[in-house]
């Protein structure tokens, strides 16, 4: 594998000159296989992102592209659009699954999910992403953008630029219907977004299928995840004006439903921020954290409370107004008593919780909520 040379695309560049850039990089890639590789579990941003490279890639001659993810499509908002849109996704665990790649592509994440065993074999061609990196990406083109609120908003520049898309043609409809929907969820229904967000939104509004984006955009909430935001309401502390609930154990298909609980419980009029965890599939400590707090910043405030991995990435993520977090329990997990590790896991994160906040930990911490 060569040394990746390193392209920088700063914010300051004209977006004309960072979309020239990504089509150089596709150029490079003629007759090439590209494993575009989404990290954690994939999302409407993430998968529109996906499509959009998809599709500037073929324009550019690349012979084959492959969209890889690692774990469930646990939202059924992220399986409608699979589905209704028929885009091909395929879940791996090493890249060699896929047959013989050339180069790996990241879209919405600046690095590979830890889950792919042999990533480090291959090079990286290109990062799109706009989520603050804790360190410079390494991969021959970057754009890292946190002056964006969504991965969409960039590939919609880069359309606009190297393959415009046509109304008249179902691919290029498809293409701008994922990424209308991947812009509206990532700025909450816009209600986050930025002035070069709803310009990308503009741009693709003439393009995508209206009746198909109204169905992506139902927003139903599942029997599941009224159960989890009983039990978030049951368990909730409160300390001034943060809130935090431990939801206990919670199944791998319906790990999102610890994300809507944070979602509901943030909109309490007493509370700017909250953070609800819970323990997914008996192997990991996840966690969504919600804002309306100008003074907290999600990433730094998840990495401050939870920390690095040994090999220093941290165990929480986020932008301006939400973050989320993953942690193994490693060995802790094949415990059978589950009252008792429910009782592990709530003490840790309460105890890391109140002292990010100051606080002491509390006593007499509770049972795991009843599913």
Same mark, same amino acid.
């Given at each position: 594998? +060569?040394?990746?040379?390193?392209?920088?695309?700063?914010?300051?560049?004209?977006?004309? =000159?960072?979309?020239r850039?990504?089509?150089?990089?596709?150029?490079?890639?003629?007759?090439?296989?590209?494993?575009?590789?989404?990290?954690?579990?994939?999302?409407?941003?993430?998968?529109?992102?996906?499509?959009?490279?998809?599709?500037?890639?073929?324009?550019?001659?690349?012979?084959?592209?492959?969209?890889?993810?690692?774990?469930?499509?646990?939202? /059924?908002?992220? $399986?409608?659009l699979?589905?209704?849109?028929?885009?091909?996704l395929?879940?791996?665990k090493?890249?060699?699954e896929?047959?013989?790649?050339?180069?790996?592509?990241?879209?919405?994440?600046?690095?590979?999910?830890? %889950?792919? +065993?042999?990533a480090?074999?291959?090079e990286?061609?290109?990062?799109?992403?706009?989520?603050r990196?804790?360190a410079?990406p390494?991969? /021959?083109?970057?754009?890292?953008? +946190?002056?964006?609120?969504?991965?969409?908003?960039?590939?919609?520049?880069y359309?606009?630029?190297?393959?415009?898309?046509?109304?008249?043609?179902?691919?290029?409809? $498809?293409v701008?219907?994922?990424?209308m929907?991947?812009?509206?969820?990532?700025?909450?229904?816009?209600?986050?977004?930025?002035?070069?967000d709803?310009?990308?939104?503009?741009?693709?509004?003439?393009?995508?299928?209206?009746d198909l984006?109204?169905d992506?955009s139902?927003?139903?909430?599942?029997?599941?995840?009224?159960d989890v935001?009983?039990?978030?309401l049951?368990?909730l502390?409160?300390?001034?004006?943060?809130a935090?609930?431990?939801?206990?154990?919670?199944? %791998?298909?319906?790990? =999102?439903?610890?994300?809507?609980?944070?979602?509901?419980?943030v909109?309490? %009029?007493?509370? =700017?921020?909250?953070?609800?965890?819970?323990v997914?599939?008996? /192997?990991?400590?996840?966690?969504?954290? $919600?804002?309306?707090?100008?003074?907290?910043d999600?990433?730094?405030?998840?990495?401050?409370?939870?920390?690095?991995?040994?090999k220093g990435?941290?165990?929480?993520?986020?932008?301006?107004?939400?973050?989320?977090?993953r942690?193994?329990?490693?060995?802790l997990?094949? +415990?059978?008593? $589950?009252?008792q590790?429910?009782?592990l896991?709530?003490?840790?994160?309460?105890?890391?919780?109140?002292?990010?906040?100051?606080d002491e930990?509390?006593?007499?911490?509770?049972?795991?909520?009843?599913?």
């Open positions: 594998m +060569s040394d990746p040379v390193r392209r920088l695309a700063t914010p300051q560049a004209a977006p004309a =000159d960072r979309a850039a990504f089509g150089e990089m596709m150029a490079l890639a003629k007759g090439k296989h590209v494993l575009i590789a989404l990290r954690g579990h994939p999302d409407p941003d993430g998968i529109a992102s996906a499509m959009a490279q998809a599709h500037i890639a073929a324009r550019f001659g690349v012979a084959k592209t492959t969209i890889g993810y690692s774990h469930e499509l646990s939202h /059924r908002e992220n $399986r409608a699979v589905k209704l849109l028929g885009v091909e395929k879940k791996i090493a890249v060699k896929v047959g013989h790649v050339d180069f790996l592509s990241l879209v919405d994440s600046y690095d590979v999910d830890p %889950e792919v +065993s042999d480090d074999q291959f990286v061609l290109t990062i799109v992403d706009h989520h990196a804790p410079p390494k991969a /021959r083109f970057v754009d890292l953008r +946190s002056d964006v609120t969504s991965t969409s908003t960039i590939f919609t520049e359309l606009a630029e190297l393959a415009p898309l046509d109304p008249e043609a179902e691919e290029d409809r $498809r701008a219907t994922a990424l929907h991947g812009l509206s969820t990532d700025t909450d229904d816009f209600v986050i977004a930025r002035a070069v709803f310009r990308a939104a503009a741009q693709i509004s003439e393009v995508c299928d209206r984006l109204a992506l139902r927003r139903l909430i599942a029997p599941s995840a009224m935001i009983a039990r978030a049951a368990a502390v409160v300390r001034r004006n943060f935090m609930a431990g939801v206990g154990f919670v199944s %791998e298909s319906d790990r =999102d439903t610890i994300a809507q609980a944070a979602d509901f419980l909109r309490r %009029e007493d509370i =700017d921020t909250v953070v609800v965890y819970g997914v599939s008996d /192997r990991f400590i996840e966690g969504s954290l $919600r804002t309306h707090s100008p003074s907290v999600p990433a730094v405030w998840l990495e401050q409370a939870f920390g690095h991995d040994d990435r941290p165990y929480g993520g986020g932008r301006r107004d939400k973050g989320g977090f942690i193994p329990i490693g060995f997990g094949r +415990s059978t008593d $589950r009252a590790l429910w009782t896991v709530e003490h840790a994160a309460r105890t890391a919780l109140l002292k990010q906040l100051g930990p509390t006593t007499g911490l509770m049972a795991a909520p009843s599913a």
